[in-house]
């Protein structure tokens, strides 16, 4: 007989597994960062909202809230922790208006956080209020979180490369929207369900693109090499 309470069990370790390893996805990509002392194209966005993403999920499945979501609060609050690092590393290796744009963001971020925090449990007095309230918030936010990469979709399409648009973050953005729709469809959660399934069509997207683009990037950046190697550098900024 199927056990509902068993395979949701299940399936949010599973998504736990999977959204850590998504967490963790970026590692290269600011190792690059840090090697290189500098973001290059490299965009915060993603970022950002996967901060304030985390931030309002934690709050969410604290048990005065909605109560019986741990495996919420777990994954998350690791992932709250991990993206400060990412954005503390941005910041450090970001120049000017960039900089203070990225900083302005995340304490915007921590002030809309602490707000829905104070508000929620000071005038809702249930936690099915509660949860119907942070759980849109959270929804909207969760949305945003699997749209920031639109931005960068964009500028591979214009530039015919996905340099800048890692594979291992698009995979597994993919992977993890598709585990947690179906943890929300065992036990049906709409909060969870409809971001997230647009998380895994959006996921679906970046993959495709990399697909279409992976050649012409091999030889974009063959050709950047080339002429590196030939000490030709003018042909790299032709507007210098």
């Not at 007095?125 to 949860?131: E, G, Q, V, W, Y």
């Not at 990469?149 to 996905?162: A, D, F, G, N």
């Not at 049906?188 to 998380?199: R, S, T, V």
Request: charged share 10%; net charge positive; aromatic share 12%.
């Amino acid at each position: 007989m199927f056990n509902k309470s068993l395979a949701r069990t299940v399936v949010g370790i599973l998504g736990n597994v999977i959204a850590l390893v998504l967490f963790l996805s970026p590692v290269p990509t600011f190792y690059r960062i840090w090697r290189k002392r500098a973001v290059e194209q490299y965009s915060a966005v993603p970022y950002l909202a996967t901060f304030v993403n985390c931030g309002l999920w934690v709050l969410y499945g604290l048990p005065i809230v909605h109560p019986n979501s741990m495996l919420v609060v777990t994954i998350n609050g690791a992932g709250f922790v991990i993206e400060i690092i990412y954005l503390s590393v941005f910041m450090m290796f970001s120049k000017g208006k960039k900089r203070g744009t990225v900083a302005a963001v995340a304490a915007s971020e921590c002030g809309f956080m602490a707000a829905v925090a104070l508000c929620v449990i000071k005038f809702a007095h249930t936690t099915k209020l509660r949860s119907t309230i942070i759980g849109s918030i959270c929804m909207a936010g969760n949305i945003l979180m699997y749209a920031s990469p639109l931005s960068v979709m964009k500028m591979v399409i214009t530039t015919e490369s996905v340099e800048f648009m890692p594979f291992s973050l698009s995979l597994f953005s993919f992977l993890n929207a598709v585990c947690w729709t179906s943890y929300a469809f065992i036990q049906f959660d709409p909060f969870i369900l409809i971001p997230n399934g647009i998380g895994a069509v959006l996921g679906a997207s970046q993959l495709l693109l990399y697909g279409m683009f992976y050649k012409s990037t091999k030889r974009i950046m063959a050709q950047r090499k080339e002429i590196v190697a030939k000490g030709n550098t003018n042909q790299l900024h032709p507007d210098v």
